[in-house]
Nanobody, 119 residues
Framework: QVQLVESGGGLVQPGGSLRLSCAAS???????MGWYRQAPGNERELLAT???????YYADSVKGRFTVSRNNANNTVYLQMNSLSPEDTAVYYC??????????????WGQGTQVTVSS
């Protein structure tokens, strides 16, 4: 069982920055890692992913403002968020996905961290 613990959320003013961290309880070397968010009344939204080989994807809504990175040595993935706006207010979740060679998929989620952008 993989446990993911997000941190770094909080209250920030519009235009500000935050850096989220997601610490895993196991080696993330073979996992694709991702960040999602969910605002009240909305579906969970994929923001960014970083594959085990380093391939990165960004949703259009965050491209150019958010940067995802990973440190396999300390089993942590990060989301640097810049130029934040009130529309970025949501609970942010970390995801770890493992695709096995025999076709099984395993998904794990953190408990989420609240990000509130307000003046």
């Amino acid at each position: 069982q993989v446990q993911l613990v997000e941190s770094g959320g909080g209250l920030v003013q519009p235009g500000g920055s935050l850096r989220l961290s997601c610490a895993a309880s196991v080696s993330i070397f073979d996992y694709a890692m991702g960040w999602y968010r969910q605002a009240p009344g909305n579906e969970r939204e994929l923001l960014a992913t970083i594959g085990s080989g380093g391939t990165i994807y960004y949703a259009d809504s965050v491209k150019g403002r958010f940067t995802v990175s990973r440190n396999n040595a300390n089993n942590t993935v990060y989301l640097q968020m810049n130029s934040l706006s009130p529309e970025d207010t949501a609970v942010y979740y970390c995801n770890a996905t493992l695709l096995t060679s025999w076709g099984r998929r395993y998904d794990y989620w953190g408990q989420g961290t609240q990000v509130t952008v307000s003046s």
